[in-house]
């Protein structure tokens, strides 16, 4: 697959080669020249906020214990003994004064170094140099205001030009909501499907109106339209349903940026056009808050993806979506809360985002079926010839730039899932950081 990165995803056509959801040759790749390079986030502060603290947090393939350190700092290194390869922790999250194997008894310290090796001196003769031997660290360890990343690639760009303008607003969204914590215990279930099919999602308006139908008629979500649930539409037009779930003269802004990241979103600045004044989503911004966001920020309301798994629900959640096979995907909701808010309130908002999203949320629970169908459907020998499409919007819909914002002159389309299929592309070329920000800066086509 290597020499046909062009034929598997092509822009123009908005095609894309099944190939890449089942493939195991392209998910190995997809290991080492994506999980293996990027920024991957791991955890936040809060959960980890005393000395001994740890959480143990997925990068790619491989999982790493995240770890507060004496002096207050934060390391990584791999949940993998180096003696024989067990883990060297069994709980997902804890408080420990270290890591003691519990194969042979080989314990590490906070910082992963090797302090202790049972038999050292009648079994090893002294001669065993611990200092060789400590946890694998990962290569680089920063935060951006309060959420803990790391990469394995010591070559990485620092950590807030990676994420960009782009990844940073989609973190702001989510930091402006207070003084923020994460809620104790992280979601985590298992979708079989592949993990790609939950990162196009993220930018797709298309499919509320049908996959989250039920979503719709019990009110979790406010209704479209007055047809849309009393029936008329829906049932009389199926297939050709006319009235979407967005105000028609709504319009898509885009914000795309280097290394792949994208927000897409209603645009806020078009509802004061929209009919009925409706606005889309319960959730804005109180005035104050919006200043310091900034023009892009009160104007994006959408969904941020971070490249190349972390979804940022505004709503106050970030979902990280951890590739385990090509069709085993792990699915993680960290939920934030302001530290500040009322008892009550917290337990609104803890509601709202348990029943949404989730091993009980009602929206993700009808997505997760419809991508392990996506998933065992496209993998079939004669199936996967059939081409992938995302063409919605692709040179039929007026493009504004407006200060580095895409304003698409239609509620809905397809062009953040297609740059975000460019941007994997790219990067399973294995380029230098610089030739990949080259090749994923905005340019004439968003
Ligand atoms: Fe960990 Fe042997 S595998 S002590
Ligand atoms: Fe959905």
Redesign the pocket.
């Known amino acids: 697959p290597a020499d046909q990165l062009d034929e598997l995803v092509s822009v123009e056509r908005g095609e894309i080669d099944r190939r890449i959801f089942s493939d195991q040759e392209i998910f190995d790749m997809e290991m080492k020249h994506i999980f293996g390079r990027a920024w991957l986030f791991l955890c936040h502060e809060t959960q980890i906020p005393k000395r001994g603290d740890f959480f143990e947090a997925p990068m790619g393939s491989d999982n790493v214990l995240v770890v507060r350190q004496k002096d207050g700092s934060i390391r990584a290194f791999l949940n993998t003994?180096?003696?024989?390869?067990?883990a060297?922790c069994r709980a997902e999250e804890g408080n420990v004064r270290n890591f003691m194997?519990?194969?042979?008894?080989?314990t590490f310290g906070l910082d992963g170094e090797l302090i202790g090796v049972p038999g050292k001196s009648i079994f090893y003769k002294d001669k065993l140099d611990l200092s060789k031997h400590p946890l694998r660290k990962v290569a680089q360890l920063d935060s951006y205001r309060g959420f803990v990343f790391a990469t394995f690639d010591e070559t990485a760009p620092p950590l807030e030009e990676y994420l960009g303008p782009t990844g940073r607003l989609g973190l702001d969204l989510l930091a402006e909501r207070g003084d923020i914590e994460a809620v104790p215990g992280v979601q985590k279930f298992v979708v079989k499907t592949n993990w790609k099919f939950t990162v196009d999602n993220v930018f797709d308006y298309y499919h509320p109106q049908i996959t989250h139908m039920s979503a719709f008629a019990v009110g979790l979500i406010p209704a479209p339209a007055d047809d849309f649930v009393e029936g008329g539409a829906m049932t009389e037009t199926g297939a050709n349903l006319e009235v979407p779930f967005l105000p028609t003269d709504l319009h898509n802004v885009v914000m795309v940026g280097e290394y792949g990241h994208a927000i897409s979103g209603p645009d806020q600045d078009s509802l004061e056009v929209t009919a009925g004044g409706r606005e889309p989503f319960a959730w804005r911004y109180k005035p104050e808050t919006q200043e310091k966001l900034g023009h892009h920020g009160s104007r994006v309301a959408g969904h941020p993806h971070i490249f190349p798994t972390t979804w940022v629900n505004a709503g106050g959640q970030l979902s990280l979506r951890v590739p385990r096979s090509p069709g085993v995907t792990e699915i993680w909701w960290f939920s934030f809360r302001d530290k500040n808010a009322s008892p009550e309130e917290k337990a609104a908002t803890l509601s709202a985002q348990i029943h949404f999203f989730g091993p009980a949320g009602l929206l993700e629970q009808e997505d997760g079926e419809n991508w392990a169908q996506s998933t065992l459907q496209t993998r079939g020998t004669v199936s996967r010839e059939v081409p992938q499409l995302l063409k919605m919007g692709l040179g039929t819909s007026e493009i504004v730039k407006d200060d580095g914002l895409a304003i698409i002159d239609a509620p809905i389309n397809e062009h953040a899932q297609l740059w975000t299929y460019h941007a994997w592309r790219e990067w399973l070329r294995n380029p230098t950081w610089e030739e990949l920000r080259q090749r994923t800066m905005p340019g004439d086509r968003l």
């Open positions: 003994c180096s003696h024989r390869g067990n060297v194997c519990t194969y042979h008894g080989w």
